[in-house]
C-alpha cells in the first residue's frame, strides 16, 4: 500500500511549492484531547494513518483511532475497518492489474515532486487518472469529446416501428413515485393540519428507525406551496388540459398516472393513503387525470390473490408467493423503478389491453407546453407518436437493436430563459473540491448530458430518420418502454439500488441476446424540471444522505458489475462515460477517500453539525453496504439472483395468463377480475 498512502500523504499535507494541491490539510483538525471535536479528529486520524510515514503525526493517528474502535465507537470502528479494506484492495489490484500499479506509481513520483510550475488542473488531471479516469481529457476537449459520444452512441435505423402509438393518452401508463418522510424540521406534529389518523403515524414514525432515503421526499404537513406532490399533481392536470384544448385527446378522457407510495419509516406507509387522499382534496379535484396509487400493501395483494395462484395453477409454482415478492413499492429507488415499468405488463394483460407502453414522469417535473409547441409544433403527447420508438437498427459495433424503450430529455426551469434545448447538466465551470480530486463525477455527467440527451437530431449528426442516437444515460423521469419490449427482454432495477435507478435498469440488460433493447433518443419530448423552484426545503435536509447514497452507489454498481459479466471492462466500455466511473477498480478506496477528504472539507468550512452528521450516518450505513458486497458470492450477488428469478416468474405467470383467458380458462378470467378489483381500489377519489 506504500504507493497509495503517499498518494494520500500528498492530498493532505501542506505543501509551500507552486501548483500545491488545494485540498484540506486534516493535520489540524487531528485534536485528540478534545472531546468536542471527536468526529473531526477521528476523520482526520482515518486520513493520517492512511498517509503511513508520509506524515509526521500517522503513528499517533492510527493508535488513536484504534483506541476508539476498541472502545466501540462506531465511526472509529468504520474508519479502521477502512485502513483493512484499502490495504486489502492495494494489494489485490497491484497483483491482478501490472497497468494500474503503473500508474499509481506514475502518480507518486508525480507528486513527489516539487511542484514546480505544477497547476491545479494538471494534478486534477492525474489523480483522476488513477482514481477516476473517466474525468480525464475533458476539460479543454469538450467539443471533441461530445462528438465521440455521439458517435459512439450513433444508430443505423433499420426499420420503423409498423403499429407506432396513435393515441398516447389512451395507451400509456404514465407512473411517478410519491416519496414520503416525516414533517420539516422544527415543525410540530400536533400542530400540523393533518388527520389524527396521520398525526398518530408521525408519532409513532418518531420512534422507529429510518429504513430508506430518498433526494428530496414530500415531508407531511409541508406547506402546500412547497408540496411537490401537490406540484407534481396541478403540473400533469394544466399539461393534459393543455392537450385538450390542442384537440389531441377528447374532452371527456382522464390521463391514468400511477403513483407508487414509498415511506422513510414503517409506520408512514399505514398513512400514506390518507394523506394523498386529504392533500388531494384539499388541492380540489383533478379534472383531467385518473388518480392511482399503490402502497406496498396494493402489489402484495395482486401477488398473493392474482399471480402466485396463477403461477401455482398454470406453471406449478408453489413457491411463487415469496418469489414473485420482487413486485412491490417498500424499500430503495431500485424497487418501486421497476414497478412502475412493470405495472404497464400486468395492466395491458389483466385490466385494459389498450395499454401498450409506459412512461415515468417525475412530480417535480412539468410540461412545458406552450415552449414545446412554438419549438416543435408539437405538444408532449404529440412526441409519444414517435415511429422509431419500437424500430430497429445497429449500433456502432453492428449489432442489432431493438428501440423498444424511448428517452426525453429535460430542461431546468431556471434556464427556460436560454432556451428549451438548454442541457439540464451542462459542464461545471468550478474548479474541483477536495474530494473532487478524487471523484469529480460533475465532468462525465455533463459530457454525458450534452453527448447523450442535449444533442438535437441534424445538423452534421445524426438526423432522427436513417440514423439516431442510443441512450445510455437516461433520465428516470423522462423515460418510457413498450409493453412488448418490457415482455422480452424483462429488465429490472435491483431492489438494493438506492440511486440511480434508471441507470441501473439499463445495466441489466448488458450481454443479453441480439437483437438487444436499448432506449432511442426523442431530443424533442421534453420536461421541465421545477425541484429547486419549490423544493429547496427538501433537498436542503436531504443533502447529508444523498452524499451517502452516491458513495454506496460506487460500492453497489462496482458489485453488481461483477454479477452482470465476468468482462467489467466492456460493461464500462458501454456505460462510460458517467454511468460507467460509477463502476471502480478500486470502490472501497475511492468510497472511503470521497467521505473522508469531503468531511475534512466540511470542518474546514466550519460545517461542524453536517460534517458530524456525515459521518456518524456514513458509518452506519456504508458499513451495512461494504457487508453486502462482501464475500464470493456476496449476499449482493444472491439477492441479485433471486430477484432476476423472481421478474422471469413475474413475466412467465403474465405469459400463461393472458393464454389462459384468450383461451376462455374460467379461472384466469376470475383472477382478472380480482386484478381489476385491487387496481380499481387503487383509485384516489
Given at each position: ?41 477521528l ?47 492495494a ?9 494500474f ?28 487518472g ?130 407508487s ?46 399471480l ?30 421497476s ?9 395491458h394483460v ?32 404529440e ?9 430497429t ?75 439516431a ?25 435491483p431492489?438494493?439500488?438506492?440511486r ?5 435498469y439499463?445495466?441489466?440488460l ?25 423544493a ?6 436531504s ?70 452528521g ?72
Amino acid at each position: 500500500m506504500h504507493r497509495l498512502s503517499e498518494i494520500v500523504a500528498a492530498l493532505i499535507l501542506p505543501r509551500s511549492e507552486p501548483g500545491a494541491l488545494p485540498v484540506v490539510d486534516v493535520g489540524g483538525q487531528f485534536e485528540p484531547r478534545d472531546e468536542e471535536s471527536a468526529a473531526q479528529s477521528l476523520n482526520a486520524a482515518f486520513l493520517l494513518a492512511a498517509a503511513g510515514p508520509g506524515h509526521p503525526r500517522a503513528g499517533e493517528a492510527a493508535h488513536h483511532l484504534a483506541g476508539k474502535a476498541d472502545s466501540g465507537d462506531p465511526v472509529a470502528s468504520f474508519y479502521t475497518e477502512g485502513l483493512r479494506r484499502i490495504e486489502n484492495e492495494a494489494r489485490d489490484i497491484a497483483e491482478r492489474d501490472a497497468g494500474f500499479s503503473e500508474r499509481l506509481d506514475d502518480l507518486a513520483a508525480y507528486l513527489a515532486g516539487d511542484g514546480a510550475g505544477r497547476s491545479a488542473e494538471e494534478l486534477a488531471e492525474r489523480t483522476w487518472g488513477v482514481f477516476f479516469p473517466e474525468a480525464t481529457g475533458i476539460r479543454g476537449h469538450e467539443e471533441a469529446r461530445v462528438e465521440e459520444v455521439r458517435r459512439r452512441r450513433t444508430i443505423q435505423v433499420t426499420g420503423t416501428n409498423p403499429d407506432p402509438l396513435t393515441d398516447p393518452a389512451s395507451q400509456v401508463l404514465f407512473t411517478a413515485n410519491l416519496l414520503l418522510t416525516g414533517p420539516p424540521a422544527g415543525r410540530e406534529i400536533d400542530d400540523l393540519d393533518l388527520a389524527d389518523e396521520v398525526k398518530r403515524g408521525l408519532h409513532q414514525a418518531e420512534r422507529e428507525p429510518q429504513l430508506f432515503w430518498y433526494d428530496h421526499p414530500v415531508q407531511i404537513g409541508v406547506e402546500p406551496a412547497a408540496s411537490e406532490l401537490l406540484y407534481g399533481l396541478r403540473a400533469v392536470d394544466r399539461g393534459v388540459a393543455f392537450e385538450k384544448r390542442r384537440g389531441t385527446m377528447p374532452p371527456g378522457e382522464r390521463l391514468r398516472l400511477v403513483l407508487s407510495i414509498s415511506t422513510t419509516h414503517h409506520a408512514l406507509e399505514g398513512v400514506a393513503r390518507r394523506y394523498l387522499s386529504d392533500e388531494v382534496r384539499r388541492m380540489g379535484e383533478l379534472e383531467h387525470a385518473e388518480l392511482y396509487a399503490f402502497a406496498e400493501a396494493d402489489p402484495a395483494r395482486l401477488v398473493s390473490d392474482v399471480l402466485a395462484p396463477a403461477a401455482e395453477a398454470f406453471l406449478g409454482r408453489k413457491d411463487a408467493g415469496s418469489i414473485l415478492g420482487v413486485f412491490g413499492v417498500r424499500g430503495r429507488y431500485g424497487r418501486h423503478h421497476s414497478f412502475g415499468k412493470a405495472i404497464a405488463a400486468l395492466w395491458h394483460v389483466l385490466v385494459d389491453p389498450d395499454v401498450v407502453a409506459t412512461f415515468k414522469t417525475d412530480l417535480d417535473h412539468s410540461w412545458p407546453q406552450e415552449e414545446l409547441v412554438t419549438a416543435t409544433g408539437k405538444s408532449l403527447l404529440e412526441h409519444f407518436i414517435y415511429p422509431l420508438w419500437g424500430g430497429t437498427g445497429l449500433d456502432g459495433q453492428g449489432r442489432s437493436l431493438e428501440l423498444g424503450a424511448m428517452a426525453g430529455a429535460l430542461v431546468n426551469e431556471a434556464d427556460m430563459g436560454e432556451g428549451l434545448f438548454s442541457p439540464d447538466v451542462p459542464f461545471p465551470e468550478r474548479p474541483p473540491e477536495a474530494d473532487e480530486f478524487v471523484f469529480f463525477s460533475a465532468l462525465p455527467q455533463g459530457l454525458s448530458t450534452l453527448g447523450e440527451a442535449s444533442t438535437r437530431y441534424g445538423a452534421g449528426g445524426p438526423d432522427g430518420v436513417a440514423t439516431a442516437l442510443e441512450r445510455v444515460h437516461v433520465h428516470g423521469g423522462t423515460a418510457g418502454i413498450l409493453v412488448d419490449s418490457l415482455r422480452r427482454h424483462r429488465p429490472f432495477t435491483p431492489s438494493f439500488i438506492g440511486r440511480a435507478e434508471d441507470q441501473a435498469y439499463v445495466l441489466s440488460l448488458f450481454g443479453e441476446p441480439e437483437p438487444r433493447l436499448a432506449y432511442v433518443h426523442n431530443r424533442e419530448l421534453i420536461q421541465r424540471h421545477d425541484k429547486k423552484a419549490f423544493a429547496g426545503a427538501a433537498i436542503e435536509a436531504s443533502r447529508i444522505p444523498t452524499l451517502i447514497g452516491d458513495y454506496e452507489r460506487i460500492l453497489l454498481f462496482s458489485g453488481l458489475a461483477g454479477v452482470l459479466t465476468e468482462d467489467r471492462e466492456a460493461l464500462k466500455a458501454m456505460a462510460n462515460p458517467f454511468t460507467g466511473g460509477f463502476i471502480s477498480k478500486i470502490p472501497v478506496t475511492v468510497m472511503f477517500l470521497r467521505l473522508a477528504l469531503r468531511a475534512g472539507a466540511m470542518f474546514a468550512k466550519g460545517e461542524h453539525e453536517e460534517a458530524e452528521g456525515l459521518l456518524t450516518l456514513g458509518a452506519e450505513r456504508l458499513s451495512q453496504t461494504l457487508a453486502f458486497v462482501d464475500g464470493n458470492p456476496s449476499e449482493l450477488a444472491r439477492c441479485y439472483r433471486v430477484e432476476r428469478e423472481g421478474w422471469e416468474l413475474f413475466y412467465d405467470t403474465l405469459v400463461v395468463l393472458e393464454g389462459r383467458l384468450a383461451e376462455g380458462d374460467p379461472l384466469a378470467a376470475e383472477l382478472a377480475g380480482r386484478a381489476r378489483g385491487i387496481v380499481e381500489g387503487c383509485v384516489v377519489r
